[in-house]
């Protein structure tokens, strides 16, 4: 018997992907669908939605509404979706550059608005698709193809950015923890407002070859052997400024959550408001 989820992959003549071997992205696409059967989601009520990178391909593969879009412009096309079909679970998935550079200010607004969205960022530390660029998540001191005497720039926290900019849940896993991965998806699909899930992935092409990690098995190793899950810290310390990968370790879980107004719903019941005040 065919397993149920294949029914959220396009089968026909798609495969095989176009990814690296030993790319993590495909190990995000798996937990991402077995999230969908495990949740029941019916195949016409998802929508992913994408922007341009190798992260950004994975809609191309499933059997849902999808929408690859312009390199950084996923939300605001997701936002629309989510606005037309407020039924729709709509997803978008995108790399650090796609989501934290070019999109930053649409995934800024997304979040202070509330809209009921799961935003997966494919956290690989570089530019995958144009050739192993720095990008916003690359580790100060990292190396990559155009920061060949190391990064000279601090990174970005996405979970600090998230938290100030408005999202209602954040959750971090790896490639390396393809279970706890799937849970934290579903996780922040069942939430409701706008949730991030970041995956620490491997790029081994660009990042892991650059700074001599080594392949995308070394990297996960690397992830597995860096990796504490939230719950097992003592409570005092979990809101603590983390130790900054690749020295530090990657604390993954959830590790924020709080509830707040949703957009559509604020938006329904001003537009009622202003209509049965003027009857
Ligand atoms: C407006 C615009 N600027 C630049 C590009 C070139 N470009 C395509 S993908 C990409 C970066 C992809 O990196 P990331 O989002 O981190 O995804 P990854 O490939 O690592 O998964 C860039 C700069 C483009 N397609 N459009
Ligand atoms: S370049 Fe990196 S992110 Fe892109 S498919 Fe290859 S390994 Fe994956």
């Given at each position: 018997?065919?397993?149920?989820?294949?029914?959220?992959?396009?089968?026909?003549?798609?495969?095989?992907?176009?990814?690296?071997?030993?790319?993590?992205?495909?190990?995000?696409?798996?937990?991402?669908?077995?999230?969908?059967?495990?949740?029941?989601?019916?195949?016409?009520?998802?929508?992913?939605?994408?922007?341009?990178?190798?992260?950004?391909?994975?809609?191309?593969?499933?059997?849902?509404?999808?929408?690859?879009?312009?390199?950084?412009?996923?939300?605001?096309?997701?936002?629309?979706?989510?606005?037309?079909?407020?039924?729709?679970?709509?997803?978008?998935?995108?790399?650090?550059?796609?989501?934290?550079?070019?999109?930053?200010?649409?995934?800024?607004?997304?979040?202070?608005?509330?809209?009921?969205?799961?935003?997966?960022?494919?956290?690989?530390?570089?530019?995958?698709?144009?050739?192993?660029?720095?990008?916003?998540?690359?580790?100060?001191?990292?190396?990559?193809?155009?920061?060949?005497?190391?990064?000279?720039?601090?990174?970005?926290?996405?979970?600090?950015?998230?938290?100030?900019?408005?999202?209602?849940?954040?959750?971090?896993?790896?490639?390396?923890?393809?279970?706890?991965?799937?849970?934290?998806?579903?996780?922040?699909?069942?939430?409701?407002?706008?949730?991030?899930?970041?995956?620490?992935?491997?790029?081994?092409?660009?990042?892991?070859?650059?700074?001599?990690?080594?392949?995308?098995?070394?990297?996960?190793?690397?992830?597995?052997?860096?990796?504490v899950e939230v719950k097992t810290l003592p409570v005092a310390s979990r809101?603590?400024?983390?130790?900054?990968?690749?020295?530090?370790?990657?604390?993954?879980?959830?590790?924020?959550?709080?509830?707040?107004?949703?957009?559509?719903?604020?938006?329904?019941?001003?537009?009622?408001?202003?209509?049965?005040?003027?009857?």
């Amino acid at each position: 018997m065919k397993e149920a989820v294949f029914n959220y992959l396009r089968l026909d003549g798609r495969f095989p992907h176009i990814l690296c071997a030993g790319c993590g992205i495909g190990t995000i696409m798996k937990a991402m669908v077995y999230a969908f059967s495990d949740l029941n989601l019916p195949n016409e009520r998802i929508c992913v939605v994408s922007g341009i990178g190798c992260s950004s391909r994975v809609p191309g593969y499933l059997d849902c509404d999808t929408f690859h879009t312009l390199h950084g412009r996923a939300i605001p096309c997701a936002i629309g979706v989510k606005l037309a079909q407020p039924e729709m679970k709509v997803i978008v998935m995108g790399g650090d550059g796609d989501i934290l550079a070019i999109g930053l200010s649409h995934f800024i607004h997304a979040a202070r608005r509330n809209i009921d969205l799961t935003c997966i960022i494919v956290n690989n530390f570089n530019y995958g698709m144009t050739g192993g660029q720095v990008s916003p998540t690359t580790p100060q001191g990292s190396l990559t193809l155009t920061t060949p005497y190391k990064n000279p720039e601090r990174e970005f926290n996405i979970l600090e950015i998230s938290k100030a900019a408005g999202a209602v849940f954040f959750a971090r896993s790896t490639t390396y923890h393809a279970q706890h991965l799937k849970e934290m998806i579903k996780k922040a699909i069942e939430k409701k407002g706008f949730s991030v899930v970041e995956v620490i992935s491997q790029c081994p092409t660009f990042f892991g070859r650059v700074n001599r990690i080594g392949d995308g098995v070394k990297m996960l190793e690397y992830f597995k052997e860096k990796s504490v899950e939230v719950k097992t810290l003592p409570v005092a310390s979990r809101g603590e400024k983390e130790e900054k990968f690749p020295e530090g370790k990657i604390v993954i879980g959830v590790l924020y959550e709080t509830s707040a107004e949703e957009f559509l719903e604020s938006y329904q019941k001003n537009v009622q408001g202003e209509y049965e005040g003027r009857g």
